[in-house]
């Protein structure tokens, strides 16, 4: 069964001990959890054909899910308004994954700036919420991207179990990377996934979620849930879907 390890310096203070408010610290980079027992599914490079697939998926789990997403990528974000608002409605975590899925690390402070904003403005008109967490796409990150997060008062999220969707590894090695990630860890997980992988939505998911259920974790929250971190700087009334927006804005 689970270990029931604690990291020390949250055993204390438990619960209650909030990492990030709305009023910051910010430009903090987290690579696990920090609540016991907690699995953060995520889901990056999106939104895609499959989102609602995952959406239900999670949710009929009793469970929520974060997804990085992108302006566009695989797709437009604007094509796919009706998918985010129902993820969204689930309670399902929206963040940011920057715009076109652009190295951070590799841009000029400009182009940082409009992968961030870019993302942030097509977030805030369909679903009415201004995302606090960001994850850097290939998880590429230095003080800049860590500067430019704390100046649009985000966190930076990494992970600490790759489930190898998006580097070529079949549904069974991914499955498997679940099976030994499960014991290794010292009681949480914050595990990468990518929604634009077909098998990971029709055959790794449900697998993963059982697999981890049966060993002993029962929290399949959020990334902010699972840091005690808040998911958006700012809530406001969702967007009416337009369908006449695009991405060549
Ligand atoms: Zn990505």
Known sequence: MLATVVLSAFAAVGSAF????????????FDHCVVDGSVAMTF?????????????IMTAAGGHATFFING?????????????????????????HTWSHADLTAV?????????N????????ILGVVPA?????????????KAAAAAHSKNLIIWDLDSGD???????????????????????ILALNHETSKTTVTEVLQYAIDD????GYTKFVTVAECLNIEPYTSVGPAGTPNYSWHCDW
């Open 18 to 29: 909030v990492l990030s408010t709305r009023d910051g610290p910010f430009g903090m980079v």
């Open 44 to 56: 990056d490079d999106g939104p895609y054909n499959y989102h609602e697939n995952i959406s239900d």
């Open 72 to 96: 566009q990528n695989w797709g437009c974000i604007y094509d796919y308004q009706d998918a985010l608002k129902h993820s969204f409605a689930q309670g399902h975590q929206i963040a940011s």
């Open 108 to 116: 000029d402070a400009s182009t940082m700036e409009t992968e961030i």
């Open 118 to 125: 870019k993302i942030d403005a097509a977030i805030e008109n």
């Open 133 to 145: 967490c960001l994850r850097p796409p290939y998880g590429s990150y230095n003080d800049a991207v």
């Open 166 to 188: 998006s580097t070529g590894s079949s549904a069974s090695v991914s499955k498997e990377i679940y099976d030994k990630g499960k014991a290794s860890r010292t009681g949480n």
């Open 212 to 215: 981890l259920k049966a060993y």
